[in-house]
Nanobody
Framework: QVQLAESGGDSVQAGGSLRLSCAAS????????MTWFRQAPGKDRGGVAS???????KYANSVKGRFTISKDNAKNILYLQLSSLKVEDTAMYYC????????????????????WGQGTQVTVSS
């Protein structure tokens, strides 16, 4: 079992930055692939950035070069640094952990993840 709790969401202007955090507890989080997802109203939940058990990072094309995922294994915290924010980045952001190892192709697929946090809202205004 892994428990996840996100924080750091806020309302910012376009071009601004935020850092989201996801505190993990329970089973050893570094045994799981961990991913940030987001869901805007009326849209499907989609993968944003993932960090695999070997530390490899994967990003959605829409956020490459603007978002950075990182993990502090000592503190069991997953981070997402959001920079150069755009209005279209507005969404509820969720962190998720897999049940064990995931293949590269599944790292941004929500159906592959078992454990989810409650989400933190990011709103970007123009």
């Amino acid at each position: 079992q892994v428990q996840l709790a996100e924080s750091g969401g806020d309302s910012v202007q376009a071009g601004g930055s935020l850092r989201l955090s996801c505190a993990a507890s329970g089973d050893t989080p570094n045994r799981h692939s961990m991913t940030w997802f987001r869901q805007a109203p009326g849209k499907d939940r989609g993968g944003v950035a993932s960090i695999a058990t070997d530390g490899a990072e994967k990003y959605a094309n829409s956020v490459k070069g603007r978002f950075t995922i990182s993990k502090d294994n000592a503190k069991n915290i997953l981070y997402l640094q959001l920079s150069s924010l755009k209005v279209e980045d507005t969404a509820m952001y969720y962190c998720a952990a897999s049940q064990g190892w995931l293949g590269w192709l599944l790292l941004l697929q929500p159906q592959a993840f078992r454990y989810w946090g409650q989400g933190t809202q990011v709103t970007v205004s123009s």
